[in-house]
């Protein structure tokens, strides 16, 4: 069992960075796959970005690769997605998520999420 707390969301102005943070329970985190998903109102979520447990792949959404980069401190526990350039485009809900490799396809473990507003 993980459980995912999400942290450093905020107002923010466009061209402005942020950073925000997810931090993990348990003594598994450095063998879990970590995700970014975000969703805006009235629309699906959307992947924004993984990285694998030892942090040897990388992966990114569609024209965000440039502007998010994701990263992880398995001694901390944690992952953390810098964005830079924000668009108002990228207010959203900011969700970490998990998934053990070994046993899963797909993210079963989810944050309550950040909210990040980018203002114009």
């Known amino acids: 069992q993980v459980q995912l707390v999400e942290s450093g969301g905020g107002l923010v102005q466009a061209g402005d960075s942020l950073r925000v943070s997810c931090a993990a329970s348990g003594r598994t985190f450095s063998t879990y796959d970590m995700g970014w998903f975000r969703q805006a109102p009235g629309k699906e979520r959307k992947f924004v970005a993984a990285i694998s447990w030892n942090a040897d792949r990388l992966y990114y959404g569609k024209s965000l690769k440039g502007r998010f980069t994701i990263s992880r401190d398995n001694a901390k526990n944690t992952v953390y997605l810098q964005m830079k350039n924000l668009e108002p485009e990228d207010t959203a809900v900011y969700y970490c998520?998990?998934?053990?490799?070994?046993?899963?396809?797909?993210?079963?473990?989810w944050g309550q999420g950040t909210q990040v507003t980018v203002s114009s």
């Open positions: 998520a998990a998934r053990d490799p070994a046993t899963s396809l797909e993210y079963n473990y």
